[in-house]
């Protein structure tokens, strides 16, 4: 059977559920992989990616799977064969699984329907990148069990695939969800269709109410330029420092993270209540989790 993770609406909350508990059990060495069949599965990453593609990776090898990654500069993408073609050539080697990340929005969707195949969304533009929220529930739900907790969520909102994939996830699980950001970061209309009941800030004063923050990434990349100069202007109101961090929330970042610009060094090398290098952790058990789930 062929099964995708293409974005949060592909998953129930028993689902949801299922892959975070495993990836909470990969995690305290209390689950064992399963001896399944020997999968091929292609890990092509048309973006930028180090957490993401190793983790894939680490958690296809640990599961007994082959993993055949390819980039944009090794791929045939590069001499100037269409997408299409690519994605001909690749299905036709009948591949088990196919992991993508690129830059256009609904991509893997595409893949999934158009040559019905399993398909994994590692990040599609600034849509979804749902294995991250998988793992940050995973992360969440080791830390406070079933607590409808409360979690703020800063930066660049309007470009990151990350916050659209966690707000859906968030707002599934009944969470409290704060944002907060100027303007300029955020698409209302599109977050109202998501959830109704979000909660808007435009500073990291007076955060005490949080259980989480999590910050997010500038995305340059996806920034036009008439925005470039609100970076300057977004670092100088969001950049997390200790004074906000008085309540003790605990910290995260999907990473890569901008030093000095969504968060300050200090906070970064010493704040103790920080989960940024156990979601990193937490990446490779949640993508065992994953596949287990896909196979
Ligand atoms: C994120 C991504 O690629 O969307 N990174 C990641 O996978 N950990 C976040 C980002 O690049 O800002």
Redesign the pocket.
Known sequence: MIKKITSIDDLSIKEINKIADDAIKFSLNKKKTKKSKVRNIFNLFL?P?T??TVSFELAAKKIGHNIININFDKSSLSKGETFKDTMATLVSMNPDALIIRDQREFSPRDIYNNHKISVINA?DGKNE?PT?SLLDYAILKKKFGNKKITIGICGDIKH???AHSNIKLFTKLNYNIELIAPDYFLDKNNLLKINKNIKYRNSLNNIDNLDVIMM??I?KERINKNLKSSVASFKNKYCLNMKHLKSKPFLMH???VNRNIEISDDVLDSYRRSLILDQVEMGVYTRMACLEFLF
């Open positions: 973006e990616s957490r993401t990040g990148h991250q990151s695939r990350v997010l990434r995305q999907p990473g890569p």
